[in-house]
């Protein structure tokens, strides 16, 4: 199994910028298609963008389209998550997933059973914290 690891999350005030950074370690980074997914407190964990192995194919949830735009340097087996022009509603542990087998960039984004398919599947990162605030 892979393992990953996020970083660069942090308080930034509302429209502003964060660069997240996911490291992948232990296993083949190019087998994985990857996604960023988003925990805030109360709520269940969402699906925020997802990239595809080769990095050729992208998906962005409604909330995050035109904000957020998800790249991965599979020389360095790092995924990024640049989040512009942030919102409150961005605020949340953030934590990159990967899966070998997805059907889809959608569904590894989107579907309900996503999470649980990824636990069983995949593998996650510890989380890293996003608070958007005045």
């Known amino acids: 199994q892979v393992h990953l690891v996020e970083s660069g999350g942090g308080l930034v005030q509302p429209g502003g910028s964060l660069r997240l950074s996911c490291a992948a370690s232990?296993?083949?980074?190019?087998?994985?298609?990857i996604g960023w997914f988003r925990q805030a407190p109360g709520k269940e964990r969402e699906g925020v963008s997802c990239?595809?192995?080769?990095?050729?194919?992208?998906y962005y949830t409604d909330s995050v389209r035109g904000r957020f735009t998800i790249s991965r340097d599979n020389a360095k087996d790092t995924v990024y998550l640049q989040m512009n022009s942030l919102k409150p509603e961005d605020t949340g542990v953030y934590y990159c997933a990967a899966l070998k087998r997805v059907t889809t960039l959608q569904a590894m984004c989107t579907a309900p059973t996503a999470p649980t398919t990824i636990s069983r599947l995949g593998s996650w990162g510890q989380g890293t914290q996003v608070t958007v605030s005045s």
């Open positions: 232990g296993s083949p980074f190019n087998y994985y298609a």
């Open positions: 990239i595809s192995n080769s990095g050729g194919s992208t």
